[in-house]
Each structure stands twice: as C-alpha cells, then as structure tokens.
T-cell receptor
Framework: RKEVEQDPGPFNVPEGATVAFNCTYS??????FFWYRQDCRKEPKLLMS???SGNEDGRFTAQLNRASQYISLLIRDSKLSDSATYLC????????????FGAGTTVTVRA | DTAVSQTPKYLVTQMGNDKSIKCEQN?????MYWYKQDSKKFLKIMFS???????INETVPNRFSPKSPDKAHLNLHINSLELGDSAVYFC??????????????FGPGTRLTVL
C-alpha cells in the first residue's frame, strides 16, 4: 500500500464551482499534514498545513480525519488560477524530517 | 531574493557521464533535502542534511553522492549517469520547529535528461 494515495483526477470544474478531494495515508503515527500546490513544470509550494480541528484559508478548507486516516481539501468559488496539481503530504510517522508526497490531484478550472 | 536556488535548471548529458547539481538557500534553515520527481510525478526523498550532517539516506544508488559544505548549501553529484536517472531533481530546505512543523521550501528544480 502506498504511504499516501490520492485520486489523480483530473477534476474539471467551471469557474465559481466548489471542488473537493481527499487523500488517504497509511501510517497511523503520522503527525503533520499539508497540502502543497504544484503548477506545471514548477516547484511544489505549500498551500496550507492541516490541523486536527480543520482549518480554513480564504477559499480553501482542509480537514483531517485521524480515525479514517484521510485529509481533504475543498476549494470554494474556483478561480482559473486554481488550476494546478494538489499534493497531499504527510510526515513519515514521528520523523519530522521525512515527508511522503502523494502523486497529486489535478484540478482544471475552466472559464 | 531567491529563497532556494538550484543550478543548472536544465541538464542534458550522455549515459556514463558524471554531473553535479548545486543548491543554495538563503532562508537560514538548518535542514536541506534532495528529491527526485519522475515522469509519474511522484516526489521521492533522496537525502537530507541537518547542519551539514546526513540524516536521511533513502534507498538511492551509491552513484548519487550529496555534499553539504555548510548548512546553506547542498550539492548532488551523480556518477555514471543512466537513462533511468532522467527526472526533475528538487532541492528543498526547512526549519523544523519545536512543534515539529516542517514546511519545506523548494527550489525551481533541475530537469535532467540522460541520452
């Protein structure tokens, strides 16, 4: 089983729509969770950390479900500029230095 | 102004050659990393150094040798390049905090093509 699994998509949505997707992780000892964004042929950039209580940053909402070992990302009022690949990232157990990256979920927002 | 920089951005070379990629960060972070992103887009950790000490060494062929002359620099030397080494190599840095958070900042990547 992969350490981090994501639906690769693509999710094709119109501007203004809401899109949501999950990722699952295999190591129940993981403590740190993140969503990164990667544009085509660019480096990954941190979108947001995911906290136990869930957190929101503008149009982006992240949730963590430890019991079922998944995290989710919801994007409201999608913009064209939200088109990217979203990488689910989880630390490897208690090792803060080792991050496991999912292969990414591709989102395309159309006009 | 660039936080994490890598050179070169593109590298095209023949099988069997030896090449190096350089990375520098000006964020004052203690930890630096090398990742490989293959054609399937998986980003895999290769090495990590914390204050010039190797702390992560994943299953990587010993043709790959990282070197950290100081905590702001982490270079990657690859001997006897093979076709399967073709990928994008990303350098990253982070400062692991007291809470264990580990936001990593990535360089722009080096696209290596082995012919």
């Amino acid at each position: 089983r992969k350490e981090v699994e994501q639906d690769p998509g693509p999710f094709n949505v119109p501007e203004g729509a809401t899109v949501a997707f999950n990722c699952t992780y295999s190591n129940s000892a993981s403590q740190s969770f993140f969503w990164y964004r990667q544009d085509c042929r660019k480096e990954p950039k941190l979108l947001m950390s995911v906290y136990s209580s869930g957190n929101e940053d503008g149009r982006f909402t992240a949730q963590l479900n430890r019991a079922s070992q998944y995290i989710s990302l919801l994007i409201r009022d999608s913009k064209l500029s939200d088109s990217a690949t979203y990488l689910c990232v989880v630390n490897k157990g208690s090792n803060d230095y080792k991050l496991s990256f999912g292969a990414g979920t591709t989102v395309t927002v159309r006009a | 102004d660039t936080a994490v920089s890598q050179t070169p951005k593109y590298l095209v070379t023949q099988m069997g050659n030896d090449k190096s990629i350089k990375c520098e960060q000006n964020l004052g972070h203690d930890t630096m990393y090398w990742y490989k992103q293959d054609s399937k887009k998986f980003l895999k950790i290769m090495f990590s150094y914390n204050n010039k000490e190797l702390i992560i060494n994943e299953t990587v062929p010993n043709r790959f040798s990282p070197k950290s002359p100081d905590k702001a620099h982490l270079n990657l030397h690859i001997n006897s390049l093979e076709l399967g080494d073709s990928a994008v190599y990303f350098c990253a840095s982070s400062q692991v905090g007291l809470q264990g958070s580990n936001e990593q900042f990535f360089g722009p990547g080096t696209r290596l093509t082995v012919l």
